[in-house]
């Protein structure tokens, strides 16, 4: 079951680093000051917390726009699903 919801941005974690695109993240910047954020980004929630493998540049958007919160797809799954991520 999917649901979603905004979620603390501090409450997600990113356990692959990836680089993100300074141009992109600045347009986007821009979109979600003027608009608000469209797309949610998606999160997996695994015994209570939340893991971010996509959706990078949104949240680095919402971040630097020193957003408290981002609006996330969340999809629970067992720790099993976490760790095929993580390999």
């Known amino acids: 079951m999917v649901r979603v919801q905004e979620i ?3 409450q997600i974690k990113r356990p692959l680093p990836r ?3 300074p ?5 986007l910047m821009e ?5 608000g954020q469209q ?5 997996l929630e695994v ?7 996509s959706g990078c540049h949104r949240y ?3 971040q630097r726009l020193g957003k408290e919160t981002v609006l996330a797809r969340v999809r629970k799954a067992p720790r ?3 760790k095929m991520h993580l390999a």
């Open 39 to 43: 797309e949610p980004i998606d999160v």
């Open 19 to 21: 680089t993100n695109d």
């Open 80 to 82: 099993s699903v976490l």
């Open 8 to 10: 603390p941005l501090n």
């Open 23 to 27: 141009d992109k993240v600045k347009t």
């Open 47 to 53: 015994d209570g917390q939340y893991y971010g493998f």
């Open 60 to 62: 680095e958007a919402c």
């Open 31 to 35: 979109s979600i000051a003027e608009i």
